[in-house]
């Protein structure tokens, strides 16, 4: 009931969008690499991100979910008195929540660069795991297409563990819902011949 619930303020959030006629982005964005040091954590997000706001400038919203996997060491004693270390794997589901500030620029044609700033969090079942601060470079391709394609990298500062240091590779891919194009301008003789014949 609960996860049917989730997903009805979800199709209600991407309406309420759709309505406004606003211009934003729905899609994926999976982690090509892990969170780097003694880490072994990758995720997958769903990632919406805001149409332009003010000049140029976003928000990037993203919620993820994934698998980490920790080893645990464990000393056994032998017969003999001879200690070993034996590792022991455990893994732990969680899900994140990020939120980023970004302006973005165009190089040229349809390639874009951008960055950001923001906060992630990483929980489990039982308890908040990463409460990060992150920075945010990036590279954004339009098509023509209603389709978004944007490869980044995404360094991290957990500030609940003395400031440890992560870092993740990301591709995205997300579907563009944009404002009808505005009707061009009729021409000079498009003007008249409305006039003379009434079309």
């Known amino acids: ?27 994926l964005r999976p982690s090509l690499s892990n ?39 464990v000393n056994t004693t032998s017969a003999t008195g001879e200690t070993t270390v034996q590792y022991i794997q455990s893994n732990t589901q969680w899900g994140s929540a990020t939120v980023l500030y970004q302006w973005h620029h165009k190089i040229f044609w349809n390639l874009y660069y951008y960055a950001g700033v923001g906060s992630s969090a990483f929980f489990t079942k039982n308890s908040l795991d990463i409460l990060g601060v992150d920075v945010l470079l990036g590279l954004e391709i339009k098509m023509k297409l209603p389709l978004q394609v944007t490869l980044d990298y995404r360094p991290m500062l957990d500030v609940l563990d ?38």
């Open 35 to 73: 969170y780097g040091g003694y880490d072994d954590r990758r995720r997958a997000e769903i990632s919406v991100i805001t149409g332009t706001i003010g000049e140029k400038s976003r928000f990037e919203f993203d919620f993820g979910w994934g698998k980490r996997q920790v080893f645990y060491p």
């Open 1 to 27: 009931m609960k996860k049917a619930n989730n997903f009805t303020l979800f199709i209600l959030f991407i309406s309420m969008f759709s309505v406004a006629e606003a211009q934003f982005s729905v899609g």
């Open 162 to 199: 003395g400031l440890a240091y992560y870092h993740t590779i990301g591709l995205g891919v997300r579907y563009q819902f944009r404002p009808p194009e505005p009707e061009p301008e009729p021409t000079f003789i498009q003007r008249w011949k409305k006039k003379i014949l009434g079309d």
